[in-house]
């Protein structure tokens, strides 16, 4: 992938990002997800282009897009799904484990945070569905926000790295510039 598609893809980041690192079906699901996005604020040292630069899903490709029309010195590009796994496959295996067990955590965390109900019910109005915490106690939110909130810092240290933006890994640019 180019310096380009590398810097929109961190600057989207979240999630999303990760699992699509993670294997093909993530970046299928990025794909059909049509996540569109005005923007929001760039992440550090990123290039002049990105201040304003949103971004939309559809059709298999991403594609920048600003509000107010595309700046003069703003680069033309998409990315295309076959482009994001090419570049996940080439990934040195410590990144691919971190990733993977980002995702994981970022996973069993939702699948927490799902479980709680707050129906208000003595006997829970949601029974029929298995495993709810109904209510959950003060300290299994507060554990469970913590732990949403470790995953998203997490996921902002580990995206730079693995796209080779915005940190000093010379050794790894060197090697991200080969794959592009
Ligand atoms: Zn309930």
Redesign the pocket.
Known sequence: MTEDQRWLLLHMGGWQIVSAFCSPEGTKSLMNCRWGSTGGNPPPEAPTWLEGCGWETEASTISPRWLGGKPADAPTFTIKPAAINRFAAELPDGIKAELLACRNAGTANAVMRYRF?R?G?KK???GYLKD?I?PPTPEQEQAADEEYWRIVEWQDRLLPVVLGLGVDAPGQLQLFEANA
């Open positions: 109900c129906c019910s829970c109005g949601y709810r109904c």
